[in-house]
Structure formats: C-alpha cells, structure tokens
C-alpha cells in the first residue's frame, strides 16, 4: 500500500517536474495527487491507509514551501491535492474490513466534522 499510495506519488512528482519543469525546457503546469479525507481526518479502521494519505497531503503541501529548493521554486509547477469524501467500493467496503455500522458511524463523523467547518 505504501508503494502504491505513497512512493509512486513522489516518483511521478520528480518524473513531472522533469518533463514539465520551466528550468528543464517545459512549459510548467499544475500537478494533481489524490489523497483521501483519511488523509485530513483521522480514519481508524483504516490505518495504513490513512497514513499513506496523510504523507501525500503533507508532500503536496511542502512543494508551496517558501523553503523549497529553487529547483522546485523555479519550475513554474503548482501541485495540488484532491481529497474524496468516503466512497464505499468492493475493497474498503467489504464487510471483513469494514462492517457497514462502523463504515456508517466514520461517514457520520466526518460529515459532522466538515459541517462544523473542521475541513472544508
């Protein structure tokens, strides 16, 4: 899951940033990495999971770093992170990993969170 969710979204960063970098000949852009809510709220029957989300919002805001390296800085890349709202599929959804009354109460939460103005 690391590799996948984490590894594979600062590769293909670096390998962006290469191609598409102004100081390398491209024309700049806008990077997009998915992370997840679990990754702004605490997502406990998911824990991995959540980690690996919670380290690419944290990559992706380290990129707008003042101290970033001029290498980033000078790229004329902005990168940004979408983070879906639970979404119940045959992995995350299945009743082993996650029984439908605590998927229900996790849901729950977070929109109360997001209600309260907690995320946006």
Same mark, same amino acid.
């Given at each position: 899951? =690391? +590799?996948?969710?984490?590894? /594979?979204?600062?590769?293909?960063?670096? %390998?962006?940033?290469?191609?598409?970098?102004?100081?390398?000949?491209?024309?700049?852009?806008? !990077?997009?990495?998915?992370?997840?809510?679990?990754? !702004?709220?605490?997502?406990? %029957?998911?824990?991995?999971?959540?980690?690996?989300? $919670?380290? =690419? =919002?944290?990559?992706?805001?380290?990129?707008?770093?003042?101290?970033?390296?001029?290498? =980033?800085?000078?790229?004329?890349?902005?990168?940004?992170?979408?983070?879906?709202?639970?979404?119940?599929?045959? !992995?995350?959804?299945?009743?082993?990993?996650?029984?439908?009354?605590? $998927? +229900?109460?996790?849901?729950?939460? /977070?929109?109360?969170?997001? +209600?309260?103005?907690?995320?946006?």
């Amino acid at each position: 899951m =690391v +590799d996948i969710n984490l590894k /594979a979204v600062i590769a293909g960063t670096y %390998l962006a940033i290469k191609y598409m970098g102004k100081n390398n000949g491209g024309q700049g852009g806008v !990077i997009i990495n998915t992370a997840s809510i679990a990754g !702004i709220l605490p997502f406990g %029957l998911l824990l991995s999971y959540s980690a690996t989300k $919670w380290a =690419v =919002v944290g990559f992706t805001q380290s990129f707008a770093d003042p101290n970033a390296s001029d290498y =980033v800085k000078n790229s004329g890349i902005r990168m940004i992170a979408v983070c879906p709202h639970i979404t119940q599929t045959n !992995i995350f959804g299945s009743k082993v990993l996650c029984p439908d009354e605590q $998927w +229900d109460n996790a849901a729950r939460s /977070a929109l109360l969170k997001r +209600d309260e103005g907690i995320i946006a």
